[in-house]
C-alpha cells in the first residue's frame, strides 16, 4: 500500500486548485479497495454503495479480473486495430453468447458507445430505410442520461447538461419517458431509431410503466425503427438480469453496454446490434485507437465470466428483493417514494439528499445523491446479506434521527 506524500487537506486544496471544478465530491480520499469496501487515506473504511454508477458490479479489484489485467499487461496491451489481437476475437464471442445480439462493436466510454449507435442508427436510416440523407431523426426520452459529448447533451433534456455548450446536434426528438402513445406520436417517416434507458438511471432509479418496453419493441417492429437500449448503467447484472429490458418480452435491434463490463478496472464498452444493422459499417467509417485493444478486452472478457460465474445477477434479485422490502419498513415523515430493481435503488425524499448521504458516510456507507432528492442504492453485487443488514441499520439510522 503505497502512502500519499499529501496530506488529505492537501489532496483537496490541490485538486481545487489545479483541476476542473466539473464535479462535486463527498470529502472522502479513498486510496485503497477490496470488494464491496473502500479505505481512506486516514485508514477508514465504509461500505461502497454507489459502486463507481455500477462500474464495479463485481467488486472492487476482483482478483479473477486483476489477474486477466496483469497477464495482459505483461504481454500486449494495444496493437491498434490497423493489426489484430488475439483478445478481440474472444470478447466478441463472449458478448454474443451472453446477450444474443448478433455482432459487437468495442469502444472505451459509455458516451463513445452512445455516439457509435447513433451513427449506426443515422446511416442505417439513409442506407438502409431510405430516409433522404441529413434529415434523420433519433427518438429519445425526457430525463434520459446517455454521456457528456455535444451530440448526446444535444439529446438531452437537462438544462445544465446543455447550457453554454451551443451550438447543439440537430436530429433528436423528444418523447416522455414511459408514455407509449408520446412515442407514437413522436414517430415520422424520417425516424430511424428509438434509443431508451430500460431503466433511468441517473434520473432518480425511474422504472417505467409495465409492458412499456413491449409496447415501443412492436411500434418501433410496425413503424421500421430500430430499438436500442441504452444498458450501460441497468445492465451487466444491476437489475436482477443480465439486462434490465429482459424482465419484458422484447428484443433489441441495438444493446449498448460499458461500466461494469470491465469491472471498473479500465474503459471498455460496447455497441451490440444485429447483423443488419452493423453491416452500415464498413472500413473507415468509423473507429478508436484503444477501442478493441487486447488489453481492455481480456478485462472485458473476465470481468463477463464472473459474472455468469457468481451469478450476480441471480444474487442482485434475491438480495435487492430482500433489501427494498427492508427499506420499506422504515418510517419517516421525508421518504416520498422507494422504488427499485435487483439491487439498483432508489430512495426519494421530500428534501434535498445531499446531507443525508454525508451523514451516512459518518456512519461508514458511501451514498451519491442523483437528482437532489434521491439517494441511489447500487452497491456492488458481491455483497452479502451480512453486509446488506449492516447498511440497512445505518440508513434506518440517519432516516429516522
Ligand atoms: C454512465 C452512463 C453513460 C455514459 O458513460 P461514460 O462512460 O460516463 O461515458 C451513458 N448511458 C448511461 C445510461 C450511463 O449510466
Same mark, same amino acid.
Not at 19 to 22: D, H, P, Q, R, V
Given at each position: 500500500m503505497s502512502s500519499s506524500p499529501l496530506s488529505p487537506a492537501d489532496c483537496i486544496a490541490v485538486e481545487n486548485e489545479l !483541476?476542473? /471544478? /466539473?464535479y462535486h465530491p463527498l470529502d472522502v480520499i479513498i486510496n485503497r479497495a477490496e470488494g464491496i469496501w473502500v479505505w481512506d487515506v486516514d485508514g477508514n473504511k465504509y461500505l461502497d454503495f454507489l459502486a463507481a454508477y455500477s462500474a464495479v458490479n463485481q467488486g472492487h479489484c476482483h482478483p479473477r479480473i486483476r489477474e486477466a489485467a496483469i497477464g495482459q499487461m505483461a504481454r500486449i496491451t494495444l496493437t491498434s486495430r490497423a493489426f489484430r489481437n488475439d483478445q478481440l476475437p474472444l470478447l466478441y464471442r463472449k458478448l454474443h453468447e451472453m446477450s444474443g445480439m448478433d455482432v459487437s462493436l468495442p469502444m472505451n466510454s459509455g458516451a463513445e458507445a452512445v455516439e457509435t449507435a447513433f451513427k449506426a442508427a443515422r446511416k442505417w436510416g439513409e442506407k438502409v430505410k431510405g430516409i433522404a440523407g441529413g434529415s434523420q431523426e433519433i427518438i429519445v426520452c425526457s430525463d434520459n442520461f446517455h454521456g457528456r459529448t455535444i451530440s448526446i447533451i444535444s439529446a438531452s433534456t437537462e438544462e445544465q447538461y446543455r447550457d453554454g455548450f451551443g451550438p447543439l446536434t440537430p436530429g433528436f426528438v423528444m418523447a416522455d419517458y414511459g408514455d407509449i402513445e408520446a412515442l407514437e406520436a413522436a414517430i415520422t417517416p424520417n425516424t430511424c431509431a428509438f434509443v431508451v434507458e430500460p431503466i433511468q438511471g441517473e434520473a432518480g432509479i425511474r422504472i417505467p410503466p409495465e409492458g412499456y418496453l413491449a409496447a415501443a419493441g412492436r411500434l418501433c417492429r410496425e413503424r421500421n425503427v430500430l430499438l436500442i437500449f441504452d444498458e450501460i448503467q441497468s445492465g451487466l447484472g444491476r437489475c436482477g438480469k443480465l439486462f434490465a429490458y429482459q424482465y419484458e418480452d422484447v428484443v433489441p435491434d441495438g444493446l449498448i453496454v460499458g461500466k461494469a463490463l470491465s469491472g471498473g478496472f479500465y474503459p471498455v464498452s460496447a455497441f451490440l446490434a444485429s447483423r443488419e444493422v452493423m453491416d452500415?459499417?464498413?472500413?473507415?467509417?468509423h473507429g478508436s485507437t484503444f477501442g478493441g485493444n487486447p488489453l481492455g478486452c481480456a478485462i472485458a472478457l473476465a470481468a463477463l465470466e464472473v459474472i455468469e460465474e457468481e451469478r450476480l445477477a441471480e444474487r442482485s434479485a434475491e438480495l435487492g428483493a430482500w433489501f427494498l422490502e427492508q427499506l420499506r419498513t422504515i418510517e419517516s415523515p421525508h421518504i416520498r417514494e422507494i422504488r427499485g430493481r435487483g439491487l439498483f435503488i432508489g430512495l426519494e425524499l421530500d428534501e434535498p439528499a445531499r446531507p443525508y448521504c454525508e451523514a451516512l458516510q459518518e456512519e461508514g456507507l458511501l451514498c451519491k445523491e442523483t437528482h437532489e432528492n434521491v439517494i441511489r442504492f447500487a452497491p456492488?453485487?458481491?455483497? !452479502?446479506r451480512d453486509d446488506l443488514e449492516w447498511a440497512f441499520e445505518r440508513i434506518r439510522k440517519v432516516l429516522t434521527d
Open positions: !483541476g476542473a /471544478n /466539473n452500415v459499417f464498413t472500413p473507415g467509417d456492488p453485487l458481491v455483497i !452479502g
